[in-house]
């Protein structure tokens, strides 16, 4: 199933609960959250409060992307305000097992993320302790970057090596979908797609989602 997780970091923070009904009437079934320490990315962005408040006001799965430095210290805030999966970088884990094993241990489903440089076969000890890998398409820190091709090659080899591995993980990826994106995207095998500025940059959220998520759904009748 193709899912749509429209990142919130594009979105007017003024007005979140509207944007984000916004997205769910356009089909999105996943809310993308980037959480950044102006540590690990030069960037900073939300916490827990904001999760938590996310909460109140959808049913939607939280993705919660954290781009930070010593995330086991922060998986229990992230947890407890309503996060629903989560997800590290291998970059920023020294002891990855543990932090995945510790973000089940809290309820929420483990995602591993990588950035552009870092080869999938990094991951090859871990993939069947998490429930989605996330390939960044860009250097993350900032919404409405230009997409990395590279990033497809990525997925195909996840694809590969979750077959040969019988494993489960689903594939995600991060960063300059768009319309002109997407489509390359699920052919290669992504399953969730992240959008933040094609979804909130300029126009109706609601119907930027549709579209997207239109385009998606017909480029799974290309997939080989
Ligand atoms: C980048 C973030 C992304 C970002 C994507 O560091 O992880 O989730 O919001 O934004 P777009 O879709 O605009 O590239
Ligand atoms: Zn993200």
């Known amino acids: 199933m193709i899912e749509l997780a429209p990142s919130i970091l594009s979105a007017d923070f003024a007005h979140l609960a509207e944007q984000v009904q916004a997205v769910a009437e356009g089909g999105a079934t996943v809310l993308h959250v980037d959480v950044m320490d102006g540590h690990f990315v030069p960037n900073i962005t939300i916490g827990p409060p904001v999760v938590a408040s996310l909460r109140k006001v959808t049913k939607l799965p939280l993705d919660v992307h954290l781009m930070i430095e010593n995330p086991d210290l922060y998986i229990p805030a992230f947890a407890d305000a309503g996060a629903n999966w989560i997800s590290v970088h291998q970059e920023a884990c020294t002891h990855l097992n543990r932090t995945l094993d510790h973000i089940r241990n809290h309820g929420a489903n483990p995602g591993v993320v990588i ?15 998490v429930d989605h890998v996330l390939v960044m398409s860009v250097n993350p820190g900032f919404g409405g970057q230009k997409f990395i091709p590279a990033a497809l090659e990525k997925v195909r080899k996840l694809v590969m090596m979750r077959e040969t591995r019988r494993a489960n993980f689903r ?26 500025n094609a979804v909130f940059g300029k126009g109706s959220p609601r119907e930027n989602a549709q579209r997207l998520l239109k385009l998606a759904t017909e480029a799974t009748l290309q997939r080989v």
Do not use: F, S
């Open 115 to 129: 950035n552009p440089a870092t080869p999938v076969h990094m991951l090859e000890e871990v993939l069947d302790l």
């Open 171 to 196: 594939i995600e990826i991060d960063g300059g979908i768009g319309p002109d994106t997407i489509a390359a995207a699920v052919i290669a095998g992504v399953e969730i797609l992240v959008a933040g």
